[in-house]
C-alpha cells in the first residue's frame, strides 16, 4: 500500500478551486474539453459535490441544443465525460451521445494495420497511418470503459487491442519509454523524442485497465498493458526531477518541467499502487501543489503538441496559459491521492 502524507482538508480545497477555474474556461468540444472534463468528473465522484455534475450537464446541455462537431479521435475525449453523466442523471440523451461515439470508433474511424486507430484531430486524413500515445486516453480507455460496462467482448477486446499495439509500436524496449508517435508508412518514430505527456497518456490510461476491466488477468493483452506500465513506472521514476517533476522531453536535462506530463506520471504511480513508489508520489504531490495558483489555474502546462520535428519544437511549445489538459489531469491526480489512507 502506498504512503504518503497529506492534508484532505486542502486537498479538497484545491480540488474546488481547480474544478471551478476549469468551468469558466468556456471550452469547445474537443479533446481539451475532454481530458478538463474527465477531471471534473473524477472530482464529481470522489467528492460527491452534486453542483460540478450540474454544471457540466447545463454546458452539456446547451452543445447539444446547439450541435455537436463531427466525431474523431479527439472529439470522442468528451465520451468519458458523456458516461458520468448517464450515471448520475440516468438521462438516455447522454448515452445515446456515448453509443454514436463508440459506433464511429468501431465503424468509421481510420485504422491501419492491425485494426489500429490512426490518430485523428479532424474529418481530414491529417496524420496517414500515425499511431499517437494521446488516442489511449482519447479513444481506447472511453472504448474499454463502454466495453466493461457493458460486458460486451468485442469493445473490450477492441480497446485492449489499441492498448497493445500502442505499446509495441510506441514503447522503446531498451528504455521502457515512450515515443510521442509513430509512422506505420515510414516505419519509424518520426522525430523520436520521448515526449513527456505522451508518457503521461501511456501510463495514467494503462493504470485504468485494471480498475476498470473485471477479471482483467483473463485477457491475454491485459499481462502486456501489466508489464509495459510496471517497467515504464520503473524508468520514470529514475527520471523524476529534484522538484518532483517530469520535463517535456523525459530524458533531457534541458528542457523544462512540465506539469500536465507530472500529473499524469503521478497519477499513474498511485493507480497502479506499488508501495515502493510513495516517496516519488509524495515528491509530485508537493511539487505540483506548488503548481497551482489561488484561483485553481495549473502552471506551466505546455501547449497543444503534434509530433514535432526536432527537439527544439518541443522546447518551444509555450507553458503560459492555462490548458484543459493540464487542469484536468491535476485534478485525475488530486482525486487520486484521496484514495491512499493517511
Not at 460540478?52 to 441544443?65: G, V
Not at 479527439?74 to 461515439?101: F, R
Not at 505499446?167 to 510521442?180: C, F, G
Not at 522525430?191 to 513527456?196: A, N, R, T
Request: glycine share 6%.
Amino acid at each position: 500500500m502506498l504512503k504518503i502524507n497529506y492534508d484532505k482538508d486542502y486537498i479538497l480545497t484545491v480540488i474546488d478551486k481547480i474544478v471551478q477555474k476549469t468551468l469558466s474556461m468556456d471550452l469547445l468540444w474537443d479533446w481539451p474539453c475532454g481530458v478538463a472534463y474527465y477531471g471534473v468528473c473524477e472530482a464529481y465522484k470522489a467528492t460527491k459535490t452534486d453542483g460540478y455534475i450540474d454544471m457540466l450537464q447545463k454546458w452539456t446541455d446547451e452543445y447539444l441544443e446547439l450541435g455537436l462537431p463531427d466525431w474523431t479521435v479527439n472529439t470522442c475525449a468528451m465520451g468519458h465525460t458523456m458516461i458520468t453523466l448517464y450515471e448520475a442523471t440516468g438521462d438516455e440523451k447522454y448515452w445515446n451521445v456515448v453509443m454514436s461515439k463508440v459506433d464511429y470508433l468501431r465503424n468509421q474511424t481510420l485504422r491501419f494495420g492491425e485494426q489500429v486507430m490512426q490518430h485523428t484531430v479532424s474529418v481530414n486524413n491529417d496524420f496517414p497511418e500515425q499511431a499517437w500515445a494521446d488516442t489511449l486516453f482519447m479513444a481506447a480507455f472511453f472504448l474499454l470503459r463502454v466495453g466493461a460496462k457493458l460486458d460486451n467482448k468485442e469493445l473490450i477486446e477492441d480497446a485492449l487491442n489499441q492498448y497493445y499495439w500502442h505499446i509495441t509500436y510506441l514503447q522503446d524496449p531498451v528504455t521502457n519509454l515512450w515515443y510521442h508517435g509513430y509512422n506505420n508508412i515510414n516505419k519509424d518514430h518520426m522525430s523520436g523524442f520521448y515526449w513527456g505527456r505522451a508518457n503521461s497518456w501511456a501510463a495514467y490510461t494503462m493504470a485504468q485497465v485494471k480498475k476498470y476491466l473485471p477479471k482483467c488477468y483473463l485477457y491475454p493483452k491485459y499481462m502486456d498493458i501489466n508489464c509495459a506500465l510496471r517497467d515504464q513506472l520503473s524508468a520514470l521514476k529514475t527520471l523524476q526531477t529534484e522538484n518532483g517533476l517530469w520535463r517535456t522531453l523525459i530524458n533531457d536535462e534541458e528542457s523544462y518541467e512540465e506539469i500536465s506530463a507530472s500529473c499524469g506520471i503521478a497519477a499513474a504511480m498511485v493507480e497502479n499502487g506499488n508501495p515502493l513508489h510513495s516517496k516519488y508520489v509524495q515528491k509530485a504531490l508537493d511539487g505540483i501543489l506548488i503548481n497551482i495558483s489561488d484561483d485553481g489555474r495549473v502552471l506551466n502546462v505546455s501547449g497543444g503538441t503534434a509530433v514535432m520535428n526536432d527537439r527544439e519544437g518541443y522546447l518551444n511549445i509555450s507553458k503560459t496559459w492555462a490548458q484543459g489538459w493540464g487542469q484536468g489531469l491535476a485534478l485525475a491526480f488530486l482525486t487520486s491521492v484521496l484514495t491512499i489512507p493517511n
